[in-house]
């Protein structure tokens, strides 16, 4: 007879309660995050054999990993829960009622509803490539806000900046020219020959004295305003995007040296890169919890929404984006890779652009197409072999 914890984790105190299959064995208890309280937790757990406790929790920021971590070390069995799914229990009940002890008695019923599809695997691996993968996601969103910011700044202090690098602020040479010279006033003062030196260099001999010859002559006659703040706020913002660029380099090499990643099958799929292949494998962790490529497309929010009542049906259908957001970004890029790398896929997007799609619906799709294949990957342990 298996035997439900549910816990409902907190910051400073989680609360936890007990059942089986026959219903409730304790009432609902809290114990601290801290050594002591996990030691008290356990002391409520020794009646029971190890291979016979479940504990669950909810995905709650980071807060349950040190437990998680301290139980697969005891030998306990653990599952993280989906809040969606305590969520829906709650609404079940008239009451509505939301406490610490009622969402751990929850956790247990969520328990014993999906316990077929639990199990107390060790997946600390994956959760440190998890780690990295958010880790890279949060440094990527960090350098696009910087990025941002510094297209503003320089549409203050140099508008026609832009327009002269083909709309791409954001190349090696711009960034060394507005480091040393982020001002008009300062270009224009500055000789051709050391402009043309630092333009040579710089773009690796792509830009010349023309180049620089006809910046002088911009800057000259150039709206900006002649702020010093302005221009040291690029320059600062410069440093960020650069050091930003470092942290991401850094964690790629990571990922891309990971045993997990580079014995992977899915590294078969053309187009795939190291980190799409980490998150897709860190957020799934086992694709025995899902009985079908459908359940992963829930999983990652690319299932339809369905809009239907009474003779009423939408016209259109959009993405629920209610899901994994990381693994559903790392499904749409791979789908546009494998597209490019992939006849069957290329065949398929052309189909779906014929049908009157956009871009991003036709990747949509494709996506779509490409769980089948991950399914299938990782379920079958088979290289992928579409021509």
């Not at 060790?122 to 510094?150: A, G, P």
């Not at 320059?235 to 990643?261: T, W």
Request: glycine fraction near 4%; proline fraction near 3%.
């Amino acid at each position: 007879m298996t035997v439900y914890v549910g816990v409902d984790i907190a910051k400073e105190l989680h609360y936890a309660a007990i059942m089986n299959d026959d219903g409730v064995v304790s009432n609902p208890f809290s114990f601290e995050n801290n050594d002591k309280g996990f030691q008290s937790f356990l002391s409520h757990l020794a009646p029971f054999e190890k291979e016979s406790v479940l504990v669950g929790y909810e995905s709650t920021a980071h807060y349950q990993e040190n437990l998680a971590y301290f139980l697969k070390r005891e030998g306990y069995r653990t599952a993280e829960l989906n809040p969606l799914q305590t969520s829906a229990l709650r609404k079940a009940n008239i009451r509505n009622t939301k406490t610490d002890r009622v969402d751990a008695k929850l956790i247990c019923l969520t328990l014993a509803q999906h316990n077929a599809a639990l199990s107390g695997r060790d997946v600390s691996r994956l959760d440190d490539l998890y780690s990295l993968c958010r880790m890279r996601m949060d440094l990527i969103t960090k350098r696009t806000q910087c990025k941002i910011q510094f297209v503003a700044i320089m549409d203050r202090i140099f508008p026609e900046l832009a327009t002269f690098f083909k709309g791409n602020l954001h190349i090696h040479t711009v960034y060394r020219l507005i480091e040393k010279y982020p001002l008009p006033s300062q270009i224009k003062k500055t000789r051709i020959d050391v402009l043309t030196s630092l333009f040579q260099k710089a773009s690796k001999g792509h830009y010349g004295r023309d180049k620089a010859t006809a910046l002088k002559k911009l800057a000259s006659v150039s709206v900006g305003i002649p702020s010093d703040t302005f221009a040291f706020q690029a320059q600062q913002l410069i440093h960020q995007i650069e050091f930003y660029s470092d942290q991401i380099a850094a964690v790629d090499q990571k990922i891309d040296s990971d045993p997990v990643v580079t014995s992977s099958l899915l590294m078969t799929i053309p187009g795939i890169s190291s980190y799409a292949c980490a998150c897709i494998l860190s957020v799934i962790k086992n694709i025995n919890d899902f009985h079908g490529p459908c359940k992963i497309l829930a999983y990652a929010g690319l299932d339809p929404v369905i809009r239907q009542s009474g003779k009423f049906n939408a016209r259109s259908t959009r993405m629920s984006k209610r899901g994994n957001s990381l693994l559903r970004y790392s499904l749409i890029w791979t789908a546009g890779n494998v597209v490019l790398n992939n006849a069957t896929f290329a065949a398929y997007y052309a189909k779906k652009i014929s049908e009157g799609k956009s871009h991003y619906q036709a990747l949509g799709h494709c996506a779509k197409k490409l769980v089948k294949s991950i399914f299938h990957v990782l379920k079958y342990n088979e290289a992928f072999n579409l021509a």
